[in-house]
């Protein structure tokens, strides 16, 4: 089992900077394929950043290169989503996701087992 909790979210301006971050709990972090995930209304949920357990390998989606920067730190069991030059296509509720049985980062929503209750991100125009 692992327990998942999102914090960070909030209302920011188009253009601004924001950091989600996700304790973890219930596993060994180390070892816990991490994954954040997000949900704008009326949408199916989407990839956004995964990062691998070993070696810290990283993967984004199209839309967040070069804007959202994925990282965790083991000692603290939290993994982290640092967003710059948000856009209000960025609202969404985010998720974060842990895969414990894999090595490597995928996109795939049904490759993670544990998801947590979601922080909303707004950004306005």
């Known amino acids: 089992q692992v327990q998942l909790v999102e914090s960070g979210g909030g209302l920011v301006q188009a253009g601004g900077p924001l950091r989600l971050s996700c304790a973890a709990s219930?596993?060994?972090?180390?070892?816990?394929?991490m994954g954040w995930f997000r949900q704008a209304p009326g949408k199916e949920r989407e990839f956004v950043a995964a990062?691998?357990?070993?070696?810290?390998?990283?993967r984004y989606a199209d839309s967040v290169k070069g804007r959202f920067t994925i990282s965790r730190d083991n000692a603290k069991n939290t993994v982290y989503l640092q967003m710059i030059s948000l856009k209000p296509e960025d609202t969404a509720v985010y998720y974060c996701?842990?895969?414990?049985?894999?090595?490597?980062?995928?996109?795939?929503?049904?490759?993670?087992?544990?998801w947590g209750q979601g922080t909303q991100v707004t950004v306005s125009s």
């Open positions: 996701a842990a895969d414990p049985t894999r090595w490597s980062t995928s996109a795939a929503e049904d490759r993670y087992d544990y």
């Open positions: 219930g596993r060994t972090f180390s070892r816990v394929v």
């Open positions: 990062i691998s357990s070993i070696g810290g390998g990283t």
